[in-house]
């Protein structure tokens, strides 16, 4: 069983910075690929960002460069850094944690980014 709790989201004024954190519990967590995912309002979900068990990552073209996902698999943590903000950037934030049976989601933390 594993549970995922996302924390550090807020309100923000536009061009700056956050960091929001999940927490994962399981033993699973250092195996397994992470993802960040939003779901804004009258949108679809959509990928932020991904991180491999070793540290590999990639974003969508939206997130490279503003966006940096890391993870410490010592503390079951994994962590998106969020720079230079935008209003588009508003969303609900997820982490998530597939596997071969199931997939893993946190009740996610708002994001607001105002201009």
């Known amino acids: 069983q594993v549970q995922l709790v996302e924390s550090g989201g807020g309100l923000v004024q536009a061009g700056g910075s956050l960091t929001l954190s999940c927490a994962a519990s399981g033993s699973i967590f250092s195996s397994s690929i992470m993802h960040w995912y939003r779901k804004a309002p009258g949108k679809q979900r959509e990928l932020v960002a991904l991180i491999s068990p070793s540290g590999i990552t990639n974003y969508p073209d939206f997130a490279k460069g503003r966006f940096t996902i890391s993870r410490d698999n010592a503390k079951n943590m994994v962590y998106l850094k969020m720079n230079s903000l935008k209003p588009e950037d508003t969303a609900v934030y997820y982490c998530?944690?597939?596997?071969?049976?199931?997939?893993?989601w946190g009740q996610g933390t708002q994001v607001i980014v105002s201009s």
């Open positions: 998530n944690l597939p596997t071969v049976t199931e997939t893993y």
